[in-house]
């Protein structure tokens, strides 16, 4: 799958300590568990490259395609039960989640929520 804007990293199990958990100990990572089969997927992930690229720096995306291979263990270590769920990770620790596509005022108020930004 390809997508629009390059405001995001893409991990797998093997680097998803060092991409994720790491990352959250220096800024706010949002992690978007998805799968290329899935339309919500599809439409909400420039939204979140949108959202991202307004908090110059300060937010990370990553994306982890769980339903390929040995990433489907990452899904299970969050409990997933439905595509995308984006957590929000800080300081190694998840301090919120959302399934589904939503609007962009949505991720922010999310952000806002449940990270100290």
């Known amino acids: 799958m390809i997508f629009s804007m390059p ?18 100990h220096k800024k706010v990572v949002l992690l978007d568990m998805w799968a290329d ?3 919500p997927c599809i439409t909400i992930a420039p939204i979140l490259e949108q959202v991202v690229s307004q908090y110059d720096g300060a937010v990370s995306l990553i994306k982890i395609e769980v339903d ?3 990433n489907m ?9 439905g595509f995308p769920t984006i957590l929000l990770l ?4 998840e301090k919120g989640r959302f399934s ?3 609007p962009a005022s949505f991720i922010h108020d999310f952000i806002a929520q449940n990270s100290d930004l």
């Open 100 to 102: 589904g596509a939503k």
């Open 73 to 81: 263990k990452i899904a299970g270590r969050y409990q997933v039960r």
């Open 90 to 93: 800080q300081n190694g620790e």
């Open 68 to 70: 390929e291979g040995h």
């Open 7 to 24: 405001n995001y990293i893409e991990t797998s199990v093997e680097t998803f300590e060092q991409d994720v958990i790491q990352a959250s």
């Open 37 to 39: 089969w899935c339309p």
